[in-house]
């Protein structure tokens, strides 16, 4: 399967719409990651290398997502009765937290940024760079909340505490950059 960054955008949008588990969510909020972090390459005045690797990793991600729940699903099919199912869903759940987290860690940097240059870039660009800041925030609340999901039966896990500092900084980040 080629990467998500290959695809025609209207091949990805339909990808994304059809009625099969990937690319969901996971996906989707990377792409957007992927797409505020160009934006905030575009109003920093390219080139801006930390904001072309983060557009590279949030790409990476997106390709990374489209399997991470895979193992959920297996896990899922056992029969209700089987000693081992409670257990794998609870693993494969643990796992397939690691990329949403990882997209949130991504979207938080790009926020931070784009309130970076929103507020210290040129005036006629910091539209872009606030729209770069809201993508960046929609996209780490988005993969924050799929962590939530993923870790509900583990309400200790300090994975659950990263996810929510991420989506508390890129608001705070996206209200520097946008105001309320």
Do not use: K
């Not at 949030?58 to 699903?73: G, I, N, Q, R």
């Not at 690691?98 to 926020?111: I, N």
């Not at 770069?132 to 200790?156: H, Q, S, W, Y």
């Amino acid at each position: 399967m080629s990467p998500l960054a290959e695809r025609s955008l209207a091949a990805l949008l339909a990808e994304i719409a059809a009625a099969t588990p990937a690319p969901g969510g996971g996906s989707t909020a990377a792409v957007a990651c992927a797409l505020a972090a160009a934006l905030v390459e575009m109003s920093a005045g390219p080139p801006h290398e930390r904001a072309a690797a983060l557009q590279a990793r949030a790409l990476e991600l997106a390709d990374e997502d489209l399997t991470s729940f895979a193992p959920v699903l297996e896990a899922q099919r056992l029969p209700a009765g089987d000693e081992r199912r409670a257990e794998r869903v609870r693993t494969a759940l643990s796992v397939a937290s690691e990329t949403p987290l990882a997209v949130a860690a991504v979207g938080c940097e790009v926020a931070e940024l784009a309130a970076e240059v929103a507020r210290g870039g040129r005036p006629s660009l910091e539209g872009d760079a606030a729209a770069a800041a809201l993508l960046a925030e929609a996209a780490t609340r988005a993969a924050a909340r799929l962590v939530e999901l993923n870790l509900a039966g583990v309400p200790d896990d300090v994975r659950l505490r990263t996810a929510a500092e991420y989506a508390s900084r890129a608001w705070a980040a996206r209200r520097s950059a946008a105001g309320a």
